[in-house]
């Protein structure tokens, strides 16, 4: 299957600071990424939707603001965690829609945040 | 919009015994059914998925059944064994219109006992 590699795996920053994560589809082109957040124990929660050459659309509750996103190629879309809180410490995952034959969306490793 | 409903949150069976998860979907124009395993810490992998055209998809001991009328499918694991523990989630989008847009379950606690 299609390949989806997410970076980086897991990152601990400070409060206050920015940390950027990158998903990048290795062998296939994406025009459409997705962000997921997930809470331990708890499901994913769609964040936003990655347009290439466009602005992304994000789910109702989201600031757009404090997560930026941007997809400039097809093959690499990058979420950025601005002025990180400890709240925002989560797992991000991302996904392609890689259109493949059997419809299946492919994830990313995902990344760890931990906010100090 | 969509709203993925998932039952039991967790479900503890004997290795051997099947094991039967039920998701409900609101969206009546969903007509793509996935369901992921996740492993702590790792990426969901798509283990078998169902579109509104069929009613029953199987592939070895994983089965789906979907009933569109209902608006909800289910997840069947026959002859379980303890790698078979992990979480499970459900998912439905409307493949067409929105790409690959999937809304989640809450997920399922399986743990499967030597």
């Known amino acids: 299957g299609a390949v989806v590699s997410q970076h980086p795996s897991w990152v601990i920053c400070k409060s206050g600071t920015s940390v950027k994560i990158e998903c990048r589809s290795l062998?296939?082109?994406?025009?459409?990424m997705f962000w997921y957040r997930q809470f331990p124990k708890q499901s994913l929660m769609l964040m936003a939707t990655s347009n290439e050459g466009s602005k992304a659309t994000y789910e109702q509750g989201v600031e757009k603001d404090k997560f930026l996103i941007n997809h400039a190629s097809l093959t690499l879309s990058t979420l950025t965690v601005t002025s990180a809180h400890p709240e925002d410490s989560s797992f991000y995952i991302c996904?392609?829609?890689?259109?493949?034959?059997?419809?299946?969306?492919?994830f990313g490793e995902g990344s760890r945040l931990t906010v100090l | 919009g969509e709203n993925v409903e998932q039952h039991p949150s967790t479900l503890s069976v004997q290795e051997g015994d099947s094991a039967v998860i039920k998701c409900t979907y609101s969206d009546s124009a969903s007509n793509y059914f996935p369901w992921y395993k996740q492993e702590l810490g790792k990426r969901p992998q798509l283990i078998i998925d169902?579109?509104?055209?069929?009613g029953e998809k199987k592939d070895q001991r994983i089965a789906v059944t979907l009933n569109k009328t209902a608006k909800h499918f289910s997840l069947h694991i026959t002859e379980t064994q303890p790698e078979d523990s992990a979480v499970y989630f459900c998912a439905a989008s409307r493949e067409e219109t929105s790409g690959s847009r999937l809304t989640f379950g809450e997920g399922t606690q399986l743990t499967v006992n030597p």
């Open positions: 169902i579109r509104s055209n069929v």
């Open positions: 996904s392609a829609d890689g259109r493949s034959n059997t419809g299946e969306l492919f």
């Open positions: 062998d296939f082109q994406a025009t459409t």
